[in-house]
């Protein structure tokens, strides 16, 4: 069983052609990164993509987790295919490990998606975190919601049990 911690960016604002993390989103995003570091989860890994807002909440993460730097993966661009997502992440990481993925909502929900999970059966707000337990990578079979941390309620929510089979 692999740990797959889904993490979409904090709320972020253009400023000079570039998207950063407002101040609300940083503090919003702490809270919910010493809530998800309070569950003293297991975590290897930390990849996230390459836009400055997706880096900057991975390296917050990273930060009040104290693990290094994150990894940068081309496969966590809002363009790449969730197979591909899921090939790069099976060649980091073995049984046991805990991953985290720090992404953009489009590209989390359709990995949801090809897991068989739906938007509205677990939301993905900006800031939250989110632990699905896989089988296998990169072909899982099973996929269990264990919990979401909202980033304005910066507490888990054990409300998810199902087992779903991916597609």
Known sequence: ??????VRHAAEKEQDGVRVLTSRGRRRFRRAA???AELEEPVHLICTGRKPHVKETAKLLARVLDLGEAVELDELSSRARPASLLRAIGLRSSDGDGVVLVGHGRQLRRLLASFGLRK??????????VRLDVDALPRPRACVPRFRV???????????LGIRKAS
Do not use: N
Request: glycine letters at 6%; proline letters at 10%; aromatic letters at 10%.
């Open 34 to 36: 010493r809530a998800f």
């Open 120 to 129: 509205r059966e677990l939301p993905l707000r900006k800031g939250s975190i």
């Open 150 to 160: 909202r980033p304005t309620a910066g507490e888990p929510e054990d409300a998810f």
């Open 1 to 6: 069983m692999i740990r797959l911690y889904l």
